[in-house]
């Protein structure tokens, strides 16, 4: 019995193993959910998207209708590093998993993220500032580019 015990937790607890070197360059993250056919996916993953995702920094929902919900991992420039389905994992596994994978999360939606976590899940910016830009030019490149990007 303990067996069946033991394999059953491994599972949980494995539901998604990462490959770091897969996601080398994870930068951003966006949640897919749709309405989806699998009532175990809405029940399992409705709390994340409503109580969780507006605590993680560089984490968005996008809604896609009839979608099965998946987490998709993006770089820097929003190109695709991995796609994984949600619909099988329960809120603390998905959390488990931002946290393994770096995401930043803040205690209350409104809080500040800190300089350090900016960047967050990445280590740095690809984006190398220059001695002569001033950082308010840093600050409309950002948002020119979350602005071609706002399907994200």
Not at 108 to 116: G, I, N, T
Not at 130 to 145: C, I, L, Q, V, Y
Request: aromatic residues 12%.
């Amino acid at each position: 019995m303990w067996f069946f015990f033991f394999v059953s937790f491994l599972n949980c607890v494995s539901a998604y193993d990462v490959d770091l070197k897969k996601l080398d360059g994870l930068a951003k993250a966006k949640v897919e959910v749709g309405l989806s056919k699998n009532i175990n996916a809405i029940r399992f993953v409705k709390a994340f998207v409503t109580q969780d995702i507006p605590l993680y920094h560089n984490l968005v929902m996008k809604h896609i209708p009839g979608a099965d919900p998946e987490l998709v991992l993006l770089n820097h420039y929003y190109e695709e590093l991995d796609r994984i389905a949600l619909s099988d994992m329960t809120r603390s596994e998905i959390n488990e998993l931002l946290e393994k994978l770096g995401f930043y999360k803040k205690a209350q939606p409104e809080d500040q993220v800190p300089e350090e976590f900016r960047f967050s899940p990445a280590k740095d910016s690809p984006f190398k500032a220059t001695p002569s830009s001033a950082p308010a030019d840093n600050a409309s490149s950002d948002s020119d580019a979350e602005a071609k990007h706002s399907d994200l």
